[in-house]
């Protein structure tokens, strides 16, 4: 038989029986839609938090506490060691080291003109705007005498500002912060979500105040912007916290220190690393769903065989070889998967296109990506499902005897 009897055989074969096909193929569909759905989305993320890491800039970098193992196996339970000590004595490192900042985050409630919402407060220092590069709309961010004199002002997030204030300025006036109130020195221009966190919708306040009101002694973060190259920038801010920290560590052991720092590079191939594990684990998950719909086919070809005996004994009586009947058979299988793997390629894009717009809605900046890894797979994967599954209902029905198939009938 040439391939068009055959193609043209199978498609005959499977209207006959188009609810069963149907239903068979289900299983395949929803496999691929899975495994696309799973990659798209994967694909997506890594896009969205690599964009987020480029606005952070190559030319800077960020101390964390902790030793360096940490990031192998990460723990809520991280010692915080950085303190503010550490970060006076690294912006007085020298001019390679023009842009220091230190970083706590809390949540409280924020009370102003009859509004009472939950806000995250990020306790900050001056170099804080020019590191991330943002800018003011109006005001001033935080000065030195603010850090110094543990001031008790605060600078607002652009949506916030405009969500408590409306089109008034809001320069001047005041809000609470739990129990304690806040002169607003300025207000930020829209900086959009950094790290899955929405900078418009925060209040800055100066370190050393959130440090005194909140009952903490140590910063989460140290950001810093160098102006010589980062491997030799992170060798001194290493040999500098050390010192700072009395870590008897001349052989540089990383995970002898209680801190350590992360430059853009580092981050990059720690999210590639996490988003490919991701990839691998969900895609792994859905593929079980492709080996149900890969039985489901196998048996659905030996119920076929079944109902065709007699079919298939009077074409091996009138010449038909063994070769013949298998290549019908597996073009049978092939097909149920061939078009369950198209539907499903269509139907888990779809899928991935929604659900990546239903993300961006809370969190804006994510970019819709079809994973043509997904696409290949997949209709890899569906071929290869329909010759594997297919072959032995379609060897059973090639090895029948002409005689005992007729016989049957």
């Given at each position: ?85 550490d970060y006076k004595r690294l912006r007085k490192a020298g001019p390679w080291l023009p842009l220091v900042s230190a970083d706590l985050i809390q949540t409280d409630m924020l009370m102003a003109q009859g509004t009472n919402k939950n806000v995250t ?289």
């Amino acid at each position: 038989m040439t391939f068009s009897d055959l193609t043209q055989s199978a498609w005959q074969s499977l209207r006959r029986t188009r609810n069963r096909s149907l239903l068979t193929m289900l299983g395949i569909v929803i496999g691929i839609s899975a495994v696309i759905l799973a990659m798209s989305i994967g694909e997506a993320a890594q896009a969205f938090i690599l964009s987020q890491l480029s606005s952070f800039g190559p030319d800077k970098l960020i101390v964390h506490p902790g030793p360096k193992s940490i990031t192998d196996n990460p723990s809520p339970f991280v010692e915080m060691t950085l303190t503010y000590k550490d970060y006076k004595r690294l912006r007085k490192a020298g001019p390679w080291l023009p842009l220091v900042s230190a970083d706590l985050i809390q949540t409280d409630m924020l009370m102003a003109q009859g509004t009472n919402k939950n806000v995250t407060i990020v306790g900050t220092t001056p170099d804080e705007i020019e590191i991330g590069g943002y800018g003011m709309k109006s005001g001033f961010f935080l000065s030195d005498p603010d850090i110094e004199g543990h001031s008790r002002v605060a600078v607002l997030g652009y949506t916030l500002a405009e969500e408590i204030f409306g089109q008034n300025e809001a320069v001047g006036k005041s809000i609470k912060l739990g129990t304690n109130s806040y002169r607003i020195l300025g207000v930020m221009n829209k900086a959009g979500t950094q790290f899955f966190q929405n900078l418009d919708d925060m209040v800055y306040i100066p370190a050393t105040t959130m440090m005194d009101l909140y009952a903490k002694e140590h910063f989460e973060y140290i950001y810093a912007k160098t102006t010589i190259p980062l491997d030799e920038a992170q060798r001194r801010i290493e040999e500098i916290m050390r010192d700072l920290h009395n870590l008897d560590n001349p052989e540089g052991d990383l995970t002898k220190d209680d801190f350590f720092i992360m430059t853009q590079a580092d981050a990059v191939k720690t999210v590639n690393q996490i988003t490919s594990v991701l990839q691998i684990l969900l895609s792994s998950i859905a593929a079980i769903s492709l080996l149900v719909g890969g039985i489901g086919i196998m048996n659905i070809m030996f119920v076929s065989v079944t109902e065709r005996i007699s079919e298939i004994g009077l074409r091996k009586a009138i010449g038909a070889k063994f070769s013949d009947v298998l290549r019908q058979f597996l073009a049978e299988a092939t097909m149920l998967t061939v078009v369950g793997g198209l539907a499903g390629i269509i139907f888990g894009s779809l899928v991935a296109y929604i659900a990546i717009q239903i993300i961006n809605h809370y969190t804006p900046g994510w970019v819709y990506i079809v994973s043509w890894r997904g696409v290949l797979l997949g209709a890899g994967v569906s071929t290869a499902i329909g010759l594997l599954f297919g072959y032995l209902p379609a060897r059973k029905a090639a090895k029948l005897s002409p005689i005992e198939a007729l016989r049957a009938e």
